[in-house]
């Protein structure tokens, strides 16, 4: 069964810092990887998807890398900003139908200015 | 592009009671997805439609649970005989073709509570 373990499950960072948070899975055999944002009480927000042949994917003060074999992602943010204060989701889709992403539990992240 | 919306943002209810709440698509969107969220928890999923079948759905949906999505465009998720194990956040989601390339696009939630 795959799991998925997010890792810190906080973090307070001053802004401006460059940041790393780390995303793992217990079975390599995915199809892709997506990290999305949720703000309180809010629904969530695609922030990059990683096909499985991918090593990395970018937009804009975000990078998330992907290391399949070693069943690990990376999201990288540079260059934090209060506004980036939110909890951080990664997922990933096991099945071919690609219908049923898994969630880890996800990184609360708070960029203080 | 309107985004995903879903109504109501908040129901409150008695155990015992049931509730509908209802999910609206991307227009173009064939894929829709419910998926359940507890707090300090990832979203868990429930079900799965491609136009107007239902695909897929996980050991969560219980008997109590059911689904629609009539004609392909908006669905409704009905619980019958609310419990309190049932307080959640229930989100919706659309996705233009499969999920292996092309992003899930979430609504706000509806956020359950059952007392």
Not at chain 1, 66 to 81: C, H, M, N, W
Not at chain 2, 57 to 79: C, N, Y
Request: glycine share 8%.
């Amino acid at each position: 069964k795959q799991e998925v373990t997010q890792i810190p499950a906080a973090l307070s960072v001053p802004e401006g810092e460059n940041l790393v948070l780390n995303c793992s899975f217990t079975d390599s055999a995915i199809y892709n990887l997506q990290w999305f944002r949720q703000d309180p009480g809010k629904g969530l927000t695609s922030l990059l998807l990683i096909q499985s042949s991918q090593r990395e994917q970018t937009s804009g003060r975000l990078n998330a890398s992907l290391d399949k074999s070693s069943g690990r992602s990376t999201l990288y943010i540079v260059a934090s900003q209060p506004g980036d204060s939110a909890t951080y989701l990664c997922a990933v889709i096991s099945n071919q139908a690609g219908t049923a992403l898994i969630f880890g539990k996800g990184t609360t992240l708070s960029v203080s200015s | 592009d309107t985004g995903v919306s879903q109504d109501p943002r908040h129901k409150i209810t008695k155990r015992g009671q049931n509730v509908t709440f209802r999910c609206d698509p991307i227009s173009e969107h064939n894929r829709l997805y419910w998926y359940r969220q507890t707090l300090g928890q990832g979203p868990e999923f429930l079900t799965y439609f491609q136009n107007e079948a239902q695909l897929e759905k996980s050991r969560l949906l219980s008997d109590r649970f059911s689904a629609e999505r009539p004609k392909g465009s908006f669905s409704t998720l009905e619980i019958q005989r609310t419990e309190q194990g049932d307080s959640a956040m229930y989100l919706c989601a659309s996705s233009l073709s499969s999920g292996l390339d092309s992003p899930l696009h979430f609504g706000n939630g509806t956020r359950l509570t059952v007392t």
